[in-house]
């Protein structure tokens, strides 16, 4: 018998539920019970299928097929889910939810549709892939490689010395940077449950031991990398993030600032917008090139513009994530003020830099400068409005979709800062 627990009886996808209890009484007499999180995505609006697994009694374990899409699910998509004891699969789709028998088989003597520890390896791999956060560890790749084109005058300064020392700030500060966000997982494993389910740790895929070691192992070979090269902004640079992003999450007496709004938003403004462009900068020119220390045009614009586009993440990063802040007493812009007004507010504050942006290029000596540094921040502030004007405040997927385009415009952004002069 297949039972749904805690859901309203009024909503489709529960109706559909209790429609199917007659047929699959027939397949199975085993006890199926959805999370409360997972009611309460239902009641976002959201496809079932944003859940990575169900649990289930007798030790049945219901997984999805193919889960590295698990966080674009949406109503246009569809995913099976197929317990590995007895190999019937769940369906689920805009259409409805559904038991079918057998659909391959994970079982082991069998041989599924793929050998168990391939299919292992790739899991787990997939699964660090969503616990490293990719859109941060991208943010900061590029974020570096960019800064660090600043200090160079000319192409031919690109030589091999430039590229070793680019690798020697890239790899430790990744390694931070999976410290930084894997540390909040640890700390947040009941908020993501509501928030974010299909992180590993939220879901179960990652047990609180292995996110402890992938942490702890990140940590110790950022710092030894740091130490390793001999470069002080370099080392300064993990230090400050090694301290605000243990500030930010750990649960200890004046620490969790995450709790607090503006310390929150502090934190991840210093790191992205000041220390990444400060520290490697210098890192690069003085250290890698052998140049004295100079602060250029560049640079300062690129701090202040990132000063903007950081203060947008901490506020917007939140909007997604009320319910979850809501119930467990995290006091973000977003629970204090509301998603409709702090959304409009870093829209806002992103089309203000963007026209930071063209004044920057109207007033540059160099034509091909002018050229591109106009057309791109005028064509990425209209890509923004566009965009903004499309999104429905009312679903957490319109929400987070969005969110990730913000992403993308800063990722665009570093493209466009090497060519301010």
Not at 112 to 131: D, I, P, Q
Not at 232 to 253: R, T
């Given at each position: 018998m297949l039972c749904l627990h805690n859901t309203n009886p009024a909503h489709p996808f529960t109706a559909q539920f209790c429609a199917m209890r007659t047929a699959a009484a027939a397949a199975s007499s085993h006890l199926v019970t959805l999370p409360s999180w997972h009611d309460k995505r239902l009641h976002n609006n959201l496809h079932p299928a944003c859940c990575v697994k169900l649990r289930t009694k007798d030790h049945h374990q219901v997984v999805a097929m193919n889960r590295n899409k698990a966080?674009?699910?949406?109503?246009?998509?569809?995913?099976?889910?197929?317990?590995?004891?007895?190999?019937?699969?769940?369906?689920?789709?805009?259409?409805?939810?559904?038991?079918?028998?057998?659909?391959?088989?994970?079982?082991?003597?069998?041989?599924?549709?793929?050998?168990?520890?391939?299919?292992?390896?790739?899991?787990?791999?997939?699964?660090?892939?969503?616990?490293?956060?990719?859109?941060?560890?991208?943010?900061?790749?590029?974020?570096?490689?960019?800064?660090?084109?600043?200090?160079?005058?000319?192409?031919?300064?690109?030589?091999?010395?430039?590229?070793?020392?680019?690798?020697?700030?890239?790899?430790?500060?990744?390694?931070?940077?999976?410290?930084?966000?894997?540390?909040?997982?640890?700390?947040?494993?009941?908020?993501?449950?509501?928030?974010?389910?299909?992180?590993?740790?939220?879901?179960?895929?990652?047990?609180?031991?292995?996110?402890?070691?992938?942490?702890?192992?990140?940590?110790?070979?950022?710092?030894?990398?740091?130490?390793?090269?001999?470069?002080?902004?370099?080392?300064?640079?993990?230090?400050?993030?090694?301290?605000?992003?243990?500030?930010?999450?750990?649960?200890?007496?004046?620490?969790r600032w995450k709790r607090h709004a503006f310390l929150a938003a502090s934190c991840i403004l210093i790191v992205r917008a000041v220390v990444v462009q400060l520290a490697f900068f210098i890192h690069m020119q003085k250290f890698v090139l052998g140049k004295p220390v100079a602060i250029t045009r560049t640079l300062v614009f690129a701090t202040a513009f990132m000063c903007f586009f950081s203060a947008v993440i901490a506020l917007f990063k939140d909007i997604p994530d009320l319910d979850g802040d809501r119930d467990f007493g995290i006091q973000s812009f977003t629970v204090k003020l509301g998603q409709e007004k702090v959304f409009w507010v870093c829209v806002q504050l992103l089309l203000v830099a963007y026209g930071a942006g063209v004044l920057m290029g109207f007033s540059s000596p160099c034509l091909s400068s002018k050229i591109i540094t106009v057309a791109g921040h005028s064509t990425l502030a209209v890509m923004l409005w566009l965009q903004a004007q499309s999104v429905d405040l009312t679903t957490n997927t319109s929400i987070t979709s969005f969110y990730m385009f913000i992403w993308k415009l800063f990722y665009a952004e570093y493209f466009l800062i090497p060519f301010i002069r």
């Open positions: 966080s674009k699910f949406g109503c246009n998509s569809t995913t099976r889910r197929i317990c590995r004891r007895c190999n019937r699969q769940v369906v689920f789709s805009k259409a409805g939810v559904s038991l079918q028998e057998g659909f391959g088989s994970f079982r082991e003597d069998e041989g599924s549709w793929h050998s168990s520890l391939t299919s292992g390896v790739v899991e787990k791999l997939e699964a660090f892939y969503r616990f490293s956060r990719p859109h941060t560890v991208i943010g900061t790749v590029i974020g570096i490689t960019s800064v660090s084109l600043l200090p160079l005058q000319t192409s031919s300064e690109i030589f091999p010395a430039f590229v070793l020392g680019l690798i020697k700030a890239v790899v430790p500060s990744v390694c931070m940077n999976i410290y930084v966000v894997g540390l909040n997982q640890l700390f947040d494993v009941e908020i993501d449950k509501v928030n974010k389910p299909t992180l590993p740790l939220a879901s179960g895929e990652f047990s609180m031991a292995t996110g402890v070691t992938i942490v702890a192992a990140s940590l110790i070979t950022s710092f030894y990398l740091g130490v390793k090269f001999q470069s002080p902004p370099l080392l300064a640079a993990l230090l400050i993030s090694f301290l605000l992003g243990s500030a930010y999450s750990v649960e200890l007496p004046l620490m």
